[in-house]
């Protein structure tokens, strides 16, 4: 027999992510910088007719499952992941609809699944609960879809902002004098998260000698790109960029349409691109020329011409705080 729905929340939202630095070394111990795409996903929970199922629907990502109470065999990944976290929670979702609504895109390196995992939290535990409960229930899901998660999404996910995060630290709040303007191009090319980081990690396995040097120069980048972003130097920034994303190739995690939308964005002038969150395909981080105006058309004839498409763009900017 089913329990008795337990009162879910009606409405939560959380935050997407981008990450400037520091992917896949971070969930190694070392630091990465990442920023927050401000309330990306939001959830509305209303009665569902049937008591004994939950409904999940988001249609910008196409998504959309009925989860019976009763687990079924060979679960997929967003089942297993929404089953473990209200488990966890210890409440009974079923006889609710729950709809989302967001303009990120899935599977794409910029916390779809994190902001999923954060919003759920909020509705499974209500609008007082405490934030370490709400981020300890989110990785339970994050976990699922991640592998190996360092749970630097879920914590942008959940508190938002500009964040240099190294695992298990309470995250370091970055205060900008001047906002940063970035674009973000989508290769249009989903992947699964918990894929790229067990690439990563088999490659360290297979060859350890290379980890040390791999995780020190990763560090070591992520702390002139803070000083460069603290300091408004956008030209080193945007090379700090570039070599960021030649050290992730170097792990295996970029691929020939990543490395192609990097070398549309240099082509527009751009000062720096490199791809963003676990890579294999999502989006390419681009820090645009200091007078951006021509940007836009520039990139747009630039993939026209170089890759026969042009795929979604759009910018995003860190405000000053
Ligand atoms: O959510 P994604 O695909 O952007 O990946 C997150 C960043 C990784 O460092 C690759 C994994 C992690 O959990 O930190």
Known sequence: MTAAAQPLAEQAFAHGKVILGGEHAVVYGCSALAASIPNALELRCSP?????????????????????????????????????????????????????????????????????????AKLALGPGADKDQLFDLSMIGESVFHGEASGIDSQLALNGGLVRFTRGQKPETLHLAHPLKLWIISSDTPRQSADQVSKVKSRMFRFPKLAAPTWALFDAQVQHM????????????????????????????????????????????????????????????????????????????????????VFPHFPLEIPAS
């Open 226 to 309: 803070q000083h460069s972003i603290l300091s408004n130097h956008l030209k080193d920034l945007g090379e700090m960029m570039q070599m960021q994303h030649e050290l992730l190739s170097t792990l295996g995690v970029s691929t020939p349409r990543l490395d192609a939308l990097c070398h549309c964005a240099h082509q527009a002038g751009a000062l720096g691109a490199k791809l963003t969150g676990a890579g294999g395909g999502g989006c390419v981080l681009v820090l645009p020329p200091p007078e951006p105006h021509e940007f836009s058309c520039a990139l747009q004839d630039a993939m026209q011409k170089d890759m026969n498409a």
């Open 48 to 120: 569902l007719d049937d008591a004994a199922m939950l409904e999940l629907e988001v249609p910008h990502w196409k998504l959309h499952r009925t989860i019976p109470a009763r687990p079924e065999l060979d679960e997929d990944r967003l089942t297993q992941a929404i089953r473990s976290l209200f488990e966890q929670a210890q409440v009974q979702p079923w006889g609710r609809r729950i709809q989302g609504r967001t303009e990120l895109p899935a599977g794409s390196g910029l916390g779809s699944s994190a902001a999923l995992c954060v919003a759920l």
